[in-house]
């Protein structure tokens, strides 16, 4: 059975797609809504937090986006997978790190300088989120300087997908990011990639 | 070169101790304590992020206490960790769930219902995340249900020791379990354990 993957691309999916489209693997992608979610009866099947991502794959069924694509990594192997158990620590590590220092405040900076519209957007939370990035920011930048411009192993790897899956975030604001060059520089790199810009093209 | 970890055992260094118990494996207790962390020169050294915990092993350095608790399982073996690649899977899905479902809440209830005296602890605020928390646990107390007790693979595993860590907090505060009867029964055979009661008398 295919891997099935459900999930709008504008959405935490898009890593999953992202990923699924590096690996060159076969998938179905059914472009569930976020708003749609709760009452889809394949994620109520699937995923009792009844919300996306979600994949099924020959009866495995895996929530979380950054677990699911440590998973994908894992069972496909390549150069984007752990080597050696430090390598598959690390990018655990990073994967934890950017869903607890970055990924709210990422998500705040994005509703608040792009997405919400009119009274909604409130640009003293988009600043006060840009200011508290500082920090993290810092250390990821200083990582990538000690890295070879990348988090694990020298290359690209599922630790550099998951993370900059969400600094995308912020460059898509337009967030000021020349204090961070390094950081600047490698997220572009990930995002210029071809399967990243395969998966963003999907419904 | 032993596995060194640091961090004392009165913070999330304690799923970590209770790890290296479980695995039976040598290691030093390094017990720098949450205050310290920011000044400390090892921790300096280790952790750009300037907090604990974080581990040394033979020369690799793991920050992000879920993070090197799957490092250790994969690195170990035994019954704690994954015997396949849909079971590691599951048992990162599970942490990172805890880590985005579970724990800022957690630590609301703790802090507010346990640690914090006088004018800091806010009762409104404990109740407020109890009751956010109803969702969470119920999605916990079916997984429970249907896996016979455990999270993963009928057996306890890095999973349940991930997650229950951090549903520990909420049976130390006394929070009425009795709604999610799976979970307070699995708190209690998860901390019932001989390694996780020698983990928590360390300093």
Redesign the interface.
């Known amino acids: 059975m295919t891997l099935k993957i459900y999930g709008m691309s504008a959405s935490r999916t898009s890593r999953n797609l992202w990923m699924a489209e590096e690996l060159g693997i076969a998938y179905e992608h059914i472009p569930v809504k976020i708003a749609d979610a709760a009452s889809d009866p394949d994620i109520a099947r699937l995923n009792?937090?009844l919300r996306i991502p979600v994949i099924e794959d020959d009866g495995?069924v895996?929530?979380?986006s950054?677990?699911?694509n440590?998973?994908l990594a894992?069972?496909h192997g390549g150069p984007l997978a752990a080597g050696n158990?430090?390598e598959?620590?690390?990018m655990?590590?990073w994967?934890?790190?950017a869903?607890?220092?970055l990924e709210a405040l990422s998500l705040t900076v994005l509703l608040h300088r792009l997405v919400l519209r009119g009274e909604a957007r409130d640009a003293a939370r988009a600043e006060a989120a840009e200011a508290s990035l500082a920090r993290?920011l810092a250390?990821l930048d200083?990582?990538l300087a000690r890295g070879d411009g990348w988090l694990v192993g020298g290359r690209f790897t599922v630790a550099d997908l998951n993370v900059s899956a969400i600094v995308h975030w912020l460059a898509a604001a337009r967030m000021d990011l020349s204090g961070v060059p390094n950081v600047a520089d490698w997220v572009k790199r990930c995002r210029d990639r071809d399967a990243a810009k395969t998966a963003q093209k999907l419904p």
Do not use: C, H, R
């Open positions: 009792p937090n495995v895996i929530t979380e950054m677990a699911i440590l998973y894992a069972k158990a430090a598959a620590g690390l655990a590590q994967s934890f790190w869903v607890t220092d993290p250390v200083k990582a």
